[in-house]
């Protein structure tokens, strides 16, 4: 998954912490997105940006929060953390003509 | 709205034999359509994709999909199945900013 970077790998909050899951790609691309995996349930949109300082939401925006100050950094926020979010987070960037996407290794995270 | 199915959880299949992993999609006007495999704890890797032109499709690994307009489908194919091919293997289809994903069948190759 060369040219995103996302981290941390592994992470466990309590309930109602907060935190940020850090996505940054060296490619220069404007599109980034954030997914998260469910079993069953394939991959689903939770935000997406088209360029700094444009964002917008996915399927399943509640709970999260994005920003985009730079082309490089897309970082997905936790404000509350709930046990619904327990799940594995993919950030990936859209590659130019025909829409091909490349995804990080992604974050799994455990909410107790 | 756009909308991909995997009817299938799970395919098994011999190692040696022939595969096909299903896939149907609901999207407004000319789809553009994926197929991603994801290893343990790894992340998705790209395998081919469909923009337009010739309904087959071929892609990394040997797999190769088959676009069909009228029955609204996708499906991977491989003609001889390896141990190594056992994974999961995601479906999507992208319109405007939005790529979504069907819910995954696990492929079993077995020797």
């Known amino acids: 998954n060369a040219g995103v970077t996302q981290t941390p790998k592994f992470q466990v909050l309590k309930t109602g912490q907060s935190m940020t899951l850090q996505c940054a790609q060296d490619?220069?691309?404007?599109?980034m997105s954030w997914y998260r995996q469910d079993p069953g349930m394939g991959l689903r949109l939770i935000h997406y940006?088209?360029?700094?300082?444009?964002?917008d939401q996915g399927e399943v925006p509640n709970g999260y929060n994005v920003s985009r100050s730079t082309t490089e950094d897309f970082p997905l926020r936790l404000l509350s953390a709930a046990p619904s979010q327990t799940s594995v987070y993919f950030c990936a960037i859209r590659t130019g003509g025909g829409y091909g996407y490349t995804f990080g290794s992604g974050t799994r995270l455990t909410v107790v | 709205a756009q909308s991909v199915a995997q009817p299938e959880d799970q395919v098994n299949v011999a190692e040696g034999n022939p595969l096909t992993v299903k896939c149907t999609y609901s999207v407004s006007g000319n789809p553009y359509l994926f197929w991603y495999v994801q290893y343990p704890n790894r992340g998705l890797q790209f395998l081919l994709k469909?923009?337009?032109?010739?309904?087959l499709v071929k892609g990394s690994y040997g797999f190769e999909a088959e676009f069909n307009k009228s029955q609204t489908s996708f499906h991977l194919k491989k003609p001889s199945a390896l141990v190594s091919d056992s994974a999961l293997y995601f479906c999507a289809s992208n319109a405007g900013n939005m790529l979504t994903f069907g819910g995954g069948t696990r492929l079993m190759v077995k020797p």
């Open positions: 940006s088209v360029g700094a300082g444009i964002t």
């Open positions: 469909y923009i337009t032109g010739d309904n």
């Open positions: 490619m220069n691309h404007e599109y």
